[in-house]
């Protein structure tokens, strides 16, 4: 509760700043993403600041997943032009690969939405409904097949759209395991840059003198 009550202390701290030297701006205010949503607060201008899409309990579960996609959707359907938090939990101090990658699918859902659907013809599809009385099926039609990658998002990998005994002879994973291999096979394909030794153990040695300081004998296990 401390924490929480600390967190909206600097956000309106950050609100009285923003206002003081820049006050031409909009600012949406959100807490704990979305069931803590405390207003939306109006400044004159047309600026936009960032919104958040984070996830504040260490758990990767089903809350992690509508908090974050919430926030996400209300920031993009409000304008904001940048949103923060992707993989972020546990109060902003840990940052998970697992849901990293659940973000990645909640933001690609995200654009998706916010594009909309195209008025191609006026009334909607009318010769396309005269001429489906013919070929008497939908999903091999021509119309069908042009427009269905344009107007359908596919998720990746980590979402599932299996049937329950397809689930179950995969070996009924969940999303987090899903995401865990997802992220291994991108990591094996861009293993990313990898520093020398010496000044890995410099950066470690600094790191680790720093916790010490805070209590931390160790650094956090790396998997």
Not at 74 to 83: P, Q, R, T
Not at 203 to 219: K, M, N, P, Q, Y
């Amino acid at each position: 509760m401390l924490s929480q009550a600390l967190e909206v202390f600097r956000c309106a701290v950050s609100l009285v700043l923003r206002e003081t030297v820049l006050p031409v701006c909009l600012i949406v205010f959100f807490h704990n993403a979305v069931p803590g949503l405390l207003g939306y607060y109006r400044c004159r201008g047309n600026g936009k600041t960032p919104g958040i899409a984070l996830y504040h309990l260490p758990v990767l579960d089903a809350q992690s997943g509508f908090e974050s996609g919430m926030g996400c959707l209300l920031a993009g359907i409000k304008g904001i032009n940048m949103v923060s938090g992707a993989g972020m939990m546990n109060f902003e101090s840990t940052q998970s690969i697992q849901k990293l990658i659940i973000d990645n699918e909640i933001c690609g859902m995200t654009y998706k939405f916010l594009k909309g659907l195209s008025r191609r013809d006026e009334p909607i599809a009318l010769e396309l409904l005269r001429t489906l009385i013919d070929s008497n099926h939908l999903l091999t039609h021509p119309h069908t097949l042009k427009w269905m990658t344009a107007e359908h998002f596919y998720p990746g990998k980590v979402v599932d759209r299996l049937t329950i005994d397809e689930w179950e002879l995969k070996g009924r994973k969940t999303a987090g395991q899903r995401a865990w291999e997802e992220a291994k096979a991108l990591i094996a394909v861009h293993p990313g840059i990898t520093l020398d030794g010496d000044r890995a153990d410099e950066l470690e040695a600094l790191v680790s003198r720093d916790l010490r300081r805070f209590g931390c004998d160790t650094l956090p296990t790396q998997v």
